[in-house]
């Protein structure tokens, strides 16, 4: 008997009768009693544009500025994201509440990322990656929007892949941005931008587009997209409200006792409550495994994935596997459990992550005895039903403070290391070709056309490009653009 199922249909049992008690004292409510509709919140992405025509047109960086006062002046329980792009597309700034400590001073360390020195301005990059993360992170009963920043036209160095580009922006793109009920915002700064490609794109998505001629003009288009985003969830609110039908219920007469509706209730709440209470207990991934720690930096054997989503980094506030080393970032990566697939991202770490010693872009699908390395410190993944390894001899003592960067000549594990080793030639048996689901792990809907040499793992077409001759993904083409010259 699946107990776990029985007791399921049981919870769910008492949730429905908790529900039909609730469903009397709602028609106990007097006349002319009703509750207002709360207002929306917001989650909302930047896109900002780094190219380096932008030092020219913005000399005294007032965009960042602008985009520090945006975010500023949010309502409560907003959350804020931030995408800088140019040759590459990077997520500065993952969704934050608003209402989080060190939510201004997230903000500032994301935007000083911005130094207009970038090459070429892939538009369609940044708008992806902003639904991407409204998508993944961004709560469906909020006003979602992303808001587009640049001085330029979409621009990656090829003519033919500039229009491939324009027309996913225009179609794909604004077609899933519609489907998500997500905003799109454009604006156009000076007149060398690409005002019809924004107009287009906002137009059909539901949202606006502005011209900004003048850098001083910048703050001021800031706050006219706030308020009109605003105005919308004010507009979505009342809309709600006055499509409400009001119940009423006459009075009972005088002359008949009153039912003691106070107790059924409290008696009905008290069901929910514990309707709620064992769903969340049972509310755990279905396949179970533990990440093994080869270098015994934690301290323990082994640390078991018992959460849909885990974190991994220094403090121990935000983290469910904490390793305390300088060298690893405060919020170093996540590993999330999606059905029975198990998917890594780094959060932006100051030295990274890997999988089997190779850096991994965006997010990576893992695989049973994956080795994976935060920074120089190894776990190896097992799934249920697989023998474990023994652990490796203790590591180095706790070091405090902030993340210190490594020095690039010692990043690297040492080529001796034997589980390295193994999972590299593993990675380089992988034909180029060999597809594994047939589904882009990026854009899951879209069928994969590769497998990217460098990462190993399935991309459809937009998520692959060349670069020095070779196909690569647009996250390895990426970082191995952004790496130092040998």
């Excluded at 996540?334 to 965006?362: K, P």
């Excluded at 920074?375 to 070091?399: K, N, R, S, W």
Aim: proline fraction near 5%; hydrophobic fraction near 45%; charge should be positive.
């Amino acid at each position: 008997m699946n107990v776990r199922g029985h007791w399921s249909r049981v919870i769910k049992s008492a949730g429905l009768a908790a529900a039909l008690l609730v469903w009397p004292c709602a028609l106990s409510i007097p006349f002319g009693q009703a509750h207002g509709a709360q207002a929306r919140t917001l989650d909302v992405v930047l896109v900002l544009d780094n190219s380096g025509s932008m030092k020219k047109n913005d000399p005294e960086a007032l965009m960042g500025k602008a985009a520090a006062s945006f975010a500023a002046s949010l309502p409560a329980d907003s959350r804020l994201g931030i995408v800088i792009f140019d040759q590459a597309v990077r997520l500065a700034l993952a969704l934050t509440p608003e209402s989080s400590a060190q939510f201004r001073a997230n903000v500032a360390k994301a935007l000083q990322g911005i130094d207009y020195r970038g090459q070429w301005t892939d538009i369609a990059g940044g708008v992806e990656r902003a639904l991407y993360e409204l998508r993944q992170q961004g709560r469906a009963d909020a006003e979602r929007a992303v808001i587009v920043f640049t001085d330029g036209v979409l621009e990656t160095g090829n003519a033919a892949k500039d229009a491939e580009r324009s027309r996913w922006l225009r179609e794909n793109l604004t077609a899933e941005a519609k489907g998500l009920g997500i905003r799109v915002f454009g604006i156009a700064f000076t007149e060398g931008a690409d005002f019809q490609l924004l107009q287009s794109v906002a137009q059909a998505s539901g949202g606006a587009h502005y011209r900004v001629l003048a850098p001083a003009d910048i703050a001021g288009v800031f706050e006219r997209v706030r308020t009109r985003i605003q105005a919308h969830t004010s507009e979505d609110v009342r809309k709600r409200t006055e499509a409400a039908p009001i119940v009423t219920q006459p009075s009972p007469p005088a002359a008949q006792p009153a039912y003691p509706w106070t107790w059924v209730f409290g008696l009905a709440l008290a069901l929910s409550v514990l309707a709620w209470a064992v769903l969340r207990l049972y509310a755990r991934p279905a396949i179970r495994a533990h990440l093994r720690d080869l270098g015994s930096v934690t301290g323990k054997e082994r640390y078991a994935l018992r959460r849909k989503l885990t974190r991994i980094g220094r403090d121990p506030r935000h983290n469910d596997l904490v390793i305390a080393r300088d060298t690893v970032s405060a919020q170093h990566a996540e590993i999330e459990i999606r059905g029975a697939s198990f998917y890594l991202r780094d959060l932006g770490s100051s030295n990274h992550t890997y999988v089997n010693g190779r850096q991994i872009g965006a997010e990576h699908v893992l695989k049973h005895t994956d080795t994976v390395r935060f920074d120089a410190f190894e776990f190896e993944l097992a799934i249920a039903g697989y023998a474990a390894a023994p652990a490796q001899p203790p590591g180095a003592a706790i070091t405090p403070g902030g993340t210190r960067l490594r020095d690039p000549a010692h990043a690297q594990v040492p080529a001796a290391a034997p589980a390295a080793a193994r999972a590299s030639g593993a990675a380089a048996a992988i034909a180029p070709t060999q597809l594994k689901t047939g589904k882009c792990n990026v854009h899951s809907a879209w069928d994969a056309v590769a497998v990217c040499p460098r990462c190993s793992t399935e991309k459809c077409a937009q998520c692959m490009t060349q670069r020095n001759g070779a196909e690569l993904c647009v996250d390895c083409a990426a970082a191995l653009a952004r790496a130092p010259t040998q």
